[in-house]
Structure formats: structure tokens, C-alpha cells
């Protein structure tokens, strides 16, 4: 009887002299498809409503799909047939209209309409100097360049104005487009390079053709021993082509100076957003032009010496952003 008591008693205090065990919640830890997601997150829009941001966020998503997907077809609708290296640079372009449709996503109504601006005012004006210097000549370029200005007025007068945007649009676009800080950022990492970028496309073409391993051609010849050539096709030059001797096509220069214009705009909004978007806007960025050129060197079309140190620069970039997403 007092062993059974003594059991009984026993087992009764047992669980007061046991340690408490404080539940602990289990943290998933983060891993590539978390940081996919992101990068999917950045680019496809978050709802399906009658904004101004879907509106000029879904035609710079349509025209990265088209351009990285279906270049051939996308340009049959300009009127021309690309070459491989200009395959490869609307492709390149592609991927900075990617960049900027989730910036139009996420931003503001008011952020919306002046990045739309700049962005459908410049191609209205790259694509009516591109007709009219007869590098396009599709069907359908007539309607593009009506519906950038369009556009353009759109954004404009959600601005206060044509007259007012046309008037501080310098300012504005000037201030946007510099670093806020002089942070050693991911930001500001990202954001330099596509304003670099953007720079070489609308000023130096010729050097950034160089950069990718555009043919060489003969130096020109001096004017006092020069020649005529019968039929010698025409090649848009820049102020450093004596000095290169690199010739670019007027469809390179026409897709550069797009492809520089998306860049400019992306790095203003980079520049003045989160460091995740950064990183995110930068795995896409970085990570497509590191296969691009991959593919383009493999298939003989970039044959530029620093090809390699390109492509693994890109590379390097868009893993240092994926780190950033992780």
C-alpha cells in the first residue's frame, strides 16, 4: 500500500520538475525560389486595375516579351530584318523595358506620368527621325509614332501641362537621373551602370558598338586622296569613329539610342527606390545581358577581346544582386 502511494505520489509531481519547453517558431530559411519570386514580383503588375501605372507598365512589359522572346517579329513590325548583332541588342533593350515596366507597376500615378513622358516623348522622336532618315519603313511605324505622342500628351497633361512639364522637363530629368547619395549602395551599384550605359548609347554608339564586337572597317581616307565608291553603303558614324574606325548601321544607332533611353529612365528610379528593387531590377538587368553575350559569343557575333570579362562582369553583378534577394 505505501509503495503504491509512494508511485502514485510520484508520478503526480513528475511533470512540475520537468523543464519548460517554450515552443519555438519555425523561420523558413530563404532560398533561390523565395528570391525568384521577387524578381518575378518586379516585373509583372500586381493587380489588374484602370491605373495610369498598368497602363504604361503593361506596353513596356509587352515590348520586353516581344523583344526578348520574338525580336524577328517585333522588328517585322518597324519594317526591317535584324542582323545577329542587332538581335542581340533589341534583346539587350528588351531587358531594360522589363526592368521598367515593374517600376511603372510600382510607382506612384504621379511618378508614372513623368517617367512616361520622357519615355513616350523620346521614342516619338527616335522613331519620326528613324522614318524619315528611311530606316523604318513598316506598316504599322505610322501608328507608333502617333501613339507615343499621344502618350506623351497623356503624361503631359497629368503633369499640369504640356507647356509646364516641356519647361522644367531638363530640370527634372536631370535631378531624377543623378545618385541621391555617395553611399557604396546596391542602388547606387546598379543605378551607375545603367546611366552609364544609357550614356554610351545616346553619346558615344560607335565606342559601345566597339565594346560588343561590331565588324571593323577600313579607316577612312583622307579627303585630298579619297575616291568616290559607287553604291558604298551608308553607315551612321559618330564623333569617335576617326578615331575607332568602326562603322555602325543606322539600325544599331536607332536601337542603342532606345535601349540608352530605357536605361536612363530605370537608373532615375533606381536610384530613388529600394534597395530590394534594385537587386531585383539588377538580376534581370545583368543575368540577361550576361547570357546574351554568352550566346552572342558562342555563335561568332561578339568578337570583341573583353567579350569574356563582359560576361563574367555580368554575371558577378547579377549574383551579387541575387545575394541581395536571399
Not at 174 to 189: E, G, H, I, M, Y
Not at 262 to 283: I, M, Y
Not at 306 to 316: F, G, P
Request: charged share 10%; aromatic share 8%.
Amino acid at each position: 500500500m505505501l509503495a503504491l502511494s509512494t508511485t502514485t505520489l510520484a508520478l503526480s509531481i513528475a511533470p512540475a520538475l520537468r523543464p519548460a519547453v517554450v515552443p519555438v517558431a519555425r523561420v523558413a530559411a530563404p532560398t533561390m525560389v523565395t528570391a525568384l519570386t521577387k524578381v518575378k514580383d518586379s516585373i509583372i503588375p500586381a493587380n489588374a486595375k484602370d491605373t495610369i501605372q498598368n497602363l504604361y507598365g503593361y506596353q513596356a512589359l509587352a515590348w520586353g516579351v516581344s523583344g526578348l522572346c520574338a525580336p524577328a517579329w517585333t522588328a517585322g513590325l518597324i519594317g526591317v530584318t535584324l542582323s545577329a548583332v542587332e538581335t542581340t541588342i533589341m534583346q539587350g533593350m528588351a531587358l531594360g523595358n522589363l526592368a521598367l515596366a515593374g517600376r511603372y507597376f510600382g510607382s506612384s500615378e504621379e511618378g508614372a506620368a513623368q517617367t512616361g513622358f520622357v519615355w513616350f516623348a523620346g521614342w516619338y522622336w527616335l522613331l519620326s527621325n528613324a522614318v524619315k532618315a528611311g530606316t523604318l519603313s513598316g506598316p504599322y511605324v505610322g501608328w507608333m509614332v502617333a501613339w507615343n505622342a499621344i502618350m506623351a500628351i497623356s503624361a503631359a497633361r497629368r503633369q499640369g501641362g504640356l507647356y509646364q512639364v516641356a519647361t522644367n522637363v531638363d530640370v527634372d530629368v536631370v535631378s531624377s537621373v543623378l545618385p541621391r547619395d555617395q553611399k557604396a549602395s546596391l542602388r547606387n551599384f546598379v543605378g551607375i551602370q545603367a546611366l552609364g550605359w544609357a550614356i554610351s548609347g545616346l553619346f558615344f554608339s560607335s565606342a559601345l558598338t566597339s565594346t560588343l564586337g561590331a565588324p571593323r572597317v577600313t579607316p577612312p581616307t583622307p579627303i585630298h586622296t579619297r575616291r568616290p565608291v559607287p553604291h558604298a553603303p551608308r553607315t551612321h558614324r559618330s564623333l569617335l569613329l576617326p578615331c575607332t574606325g568602326l562603322a555602325s548601321t543606322k539600325m544599331i544607332a536607332f536601337l542603342t539610342a532606345g535601349g540608352a533611353l530605357t536605361n536612363l529612365l530605370l537608373a532615375s528610379r533606381v536610384f530613388g527606390g529600394a534597395a530590394n528593387d534594385a537587386a531585383a531590377n539588377g538580376v534581370v538587368f545583368f543575368g540577361g545581358w550576361a547570357v546574351l553575350t554568352y550566346l552572342a559569343k558562342q555563335a561568332g557575333t561578339m568578337t570583341a577581346a573583353n567579350t569574356n570579362l563582359l560576361i563574367l562582369w555580368n554575371a558577378a553583378s547579377a549574383a551579387l544582386c541575387l545575394k541581395q534577394l536571399l
